[in-house]
């Protein structure tokens, strides 16, 4: 069974750090491509980050370029998500979730397997 | 705004047929990218319905059915039923902004 375990969110003050963490299990985590999608309280979906199976290719929302950093560490199964420089508008679910194929890309722009949110709240 | 157009509620009486329609652009859906259909529960995380236009996962019934046609697409839903009761996003790609766009939600109400 696919499962995706967060961990990191909190409350932070503005221009803070935060870094959320994902540990999967159930699949061969190095084989998939995975995924950062967060939600804003009592709003929709949008995308934040990508990476590739390898953690080679890394791709990133312009509301948070240069601000987040996506990565993964296969030895541990594990997907993070560094956010620095934190705004009010990142206060968010985050969701970390996973692709169908081993990059990101056409036929594998969806995600098959969601984690449960881990709220990321930033506030003075 | 959203870059995928979607009504923000649709309802229907249990046993119904209901369509919630997702509308695209020439650089999303109208580009040839596939649309996916989520379906969240009320604190629950999303959970893939439709991939590839009109693919169901395994465990995913058959009453419900995705479509597409130039840059829109359609989620079916038949013999409502209470649990169906959640908000349904739908999801591509956009060529133009380089990222996985989603739609801004529908909520299904049964009455």
């Known amino acids: 069974e696919v499962q995706l375990l967060k961990s990191g969110g909190g409350l932070v003050q503005p221009g803070g750090s935060l870094r959320l963490s994902c540990a999967a299990s159930?699949?061969?985590?190095?084989?998939?491509?995975m995924g950062w999608v967060r939600q804003a309280p009592g709003e929709g979906l949008e995308w934040v980050s990508g990476i590739s199976g390898s953690g080679t290719a890394t791709y990133y929302a312009d509301s948070v370029k240069g601000r987040f950093t996506i990565f993964r560490d296969n030895s541990k199964n594990t997907l993070f998500l560094q956010m620095d420089s934190l705004r009010a508008e990142d206060t968010a679910l985050y969701y970390c979730?996973?692709?169908?194929?081993?990059?990101?890309?056409?036929?594998?722009?969806?995600?098959?397997?969601w984690g449960q949110g881990t709220l990321v709240t930033v506030s003075s | 705004q959203s870059v995928l157009t979607q009504p923000p509620s649709v309802s229907g009486a249990p046993g119904q047929r209901v369509t919630i329609s997702c509308t695209g652009s020439?650089?999303?859906?109208?580009?040839?990218?596939?649309v996916h259909w989520y379906q969240q529960l009320p604190r629950t995380a999303p959970k893939l319905l439709i991939y590839?236009?009109?693919n169901r996962p395994s465990g995913v019934p058959d009453r419900l059915s995705g479509s597409k046609s130039g840059a829109s697409a359609s989620l079916a839903i038949t013999g409502l039923q209470a649990d169906d009761e959640a908000d349904y996003y739908c999801?591509?790609?956009?060529?133009?902004?380089?990222?996985?766009?989603f739609g801004g939600g529908t909520k299904l109400t049964v009455l």
């Open positions: 979730a996973k692709h169908p194929l081993y990059y990101y890309g056409s036929g594998s722009y969806y995600f098959d397997y």
């Open positions: 999801q591509s790609y956009d060529s133009s902004l380089s990222k996985v766009v």
């Open positions: 590839g236009n009109n």
């Open positions: 159930g699949f061969t985590f190095s084989n998939y491509a």
């Open positions: 020439s650089s999303n859906i109208g580009a040839g990218y596939d």
